[in-house]
């Protein structure tokens, strides 16, 4: 008997039935296997979802299915406002490039190392104090790296 490999792990039975039917219509034979269900009813396992699952000669030809439909999907993906659920979303503010994130996080640690240096012989208690507040401060004013939103029909602000 030949030996099942997984071509994809859905997380619902949309998208596990959407597969299904793609590689069963290209006559690749195939099977959808719960893995929530463990030896007990209703019991979850260790990693939940529906494998769908192919023969090793066919596996190549699925996962070249299973990449196309997993395309198709990212090009669907609408954002929507979890508040209302409209999709009238527009963006405020860009989400902070990670290189200047890093470089701020650079000089925060660059001036940490500094105050340690300069305080740190005559009074390690106050350099340790001065130190923890300085990178909570650090910490606290440096820009996050997440985009902000709008609903036009609510009017909430949210984030991505």
Not at 15 to 25: H, P, Y
Not at 56 to 85: F, H, N
Not at 149 to 158: L, S
Request: glycine content about 6%; hydrophobic content about 40%; overall charge positive.
């Amino acid at each position: 008997m030949e030996d099942l490999k997984i071509v994809a792990k859905c997380e619902n039975t949309i998208l596990a039935d959407e597969i299904k039917n793609a590689l069963e219509a290209a006559e690749i034979p195939c099977m959808a296997v719960d893995e929530t269900i463990t030896g007990a009813m209703g019991g979850y396992g260790p990693m939940p979802g529906i494998a769908i699952k192919v023969y090793k000669k066919d596996l190549e030809k699925a996962k070249d299915i299973v990449s196309k439909i997993q395309e198709e999907r990212q090009k669907d993906v609408k954002l929507w406002c979890p508040t209302c659920g409209s999709e009238e979303v527009e963006l405020i503010q860009e989400g902070v490039k990670n290189s200047i994130y890093w470089k701020r996080v650079g000089a925060l640690l660059l001036a940490l190392t500094i105050i340690w240096l300069l305080f740190y012989l005559p009074s390690p208690k106050f350099t340790i104090i001065v130190t923890i507040i300085v990178a909570l401060i650090g910490l606290i004013i440096l820009p996050k790296t997440r985009s902000n939103y709008h609903c036009k029909k609510c009017g909430k602000d949210f984030y991505k």
